[in-house]
């Protein structure tokens, strides 16, 4: 089938690897003009050197072409811009073609989940979501990772698994996209407290209680918002958690372990300025979900405290000990 990427950074690269060896047709778009061009100059980006991008992969910024005979669109953008360039896809998407998220987080000025910010804009029945415990470097190496995929369509969930599944890319179904969202979101805010915590010298064990007590709270979150407590046992919940709030490989880890070891905030706000850091947009839009929603969640109250307001970190710890 022909799949197009909306989106050129790493993951969405890293994707394109996996439908490529599933002899799909694949086509990734950008808005930019340079990263196109740097991509068929080189067939490598920057935002994921490790990988040279198959020759079959047609790359292009004109968003009508690149969709144009499409089976499958897959978002893989921040969640910041989804709501612009759906503005513009809106005009060109046909009633039949299924849409896959592959962004995580919630808009900050509407506290909208991807779904639903592309519901806003599209109508259609045909969207799914995949998340879970996969970083981009490891779906290139081509190991072994299994991700959940919902949908309330079972077209849409079809046809997402045919385009991706293989011996060593695993997709488990579920009909709770309110649940896999919130997973995919709120764990890169538990991947930042994560790497505080390693920052200011605590062990994994003290790391284990704060992903303990994590798991719960994102359990009663889910609930909160309308989706299945038992999503939090899922590859976006449980297997998420493990893999990106343990792991150096993850920017919101390594951002929260700047933080954690006093670092300058020259240095920190150099970090942010060449890294995305995706917990860093989610923290302020779940805390604003949360407070419009009435939601008590008391650890991402506190995260939050500490990365914007300078709050000491053992009032974490403080917290994770009542």
Known sequence: MKVTILGAGAYGLALSKVLVENKNEVV?????????NELLKTRKSSNLKEYTLDNSVVITTDLEESIRNSELIVIAIPTKFISDVCKNLKKYIKSNQHICIASKGIEQETYLFVHDIIKKQIKTKYIGVISGPSFAIDLVLGVPVGLAVASKSKKTLDIIRSAFCNDHFKLYPTND????????????????ASGMIDGIGYPISTQALLLTQSLHDIKE??????????????????????????????????????????ASKEEIEEYKNNMTVEGL??????????????????????????VFKDEKIDKLIEHLMI
Request: aromatic fraction near 10%; hydrophobic fraction near 40%.
């Open 221 to 262: 979150l889910i609930y909160e918002l309308g989706g299945s407590k038992k999503t939090i046992l899922s590859f976006a919940g449980f297997g998420d958690i493990i893999l990106t709030c343990t792991s150096e490989k993850s920017r919101n880890y390594t951002f929260g372990k700047l933080i954690g070891s006093n």
């Open 177 to 192: 996209i309110i649940g896999i969202e919130v997973c995919g979101a709120v764990k890169n805010i538990i991947a930042i």
């Open 28 to 36: 990734i778009w950008t808005p930019f003009e340079e990263e196109k």
């Open 281 to 306: 947009y989610t923290l302020k839009s779940i805390y604003g979900l949360m407070k419009k929603e009435k939601i008590e969640i008391p650890t991402i109250n506190i995260i939050y405290d500490i």
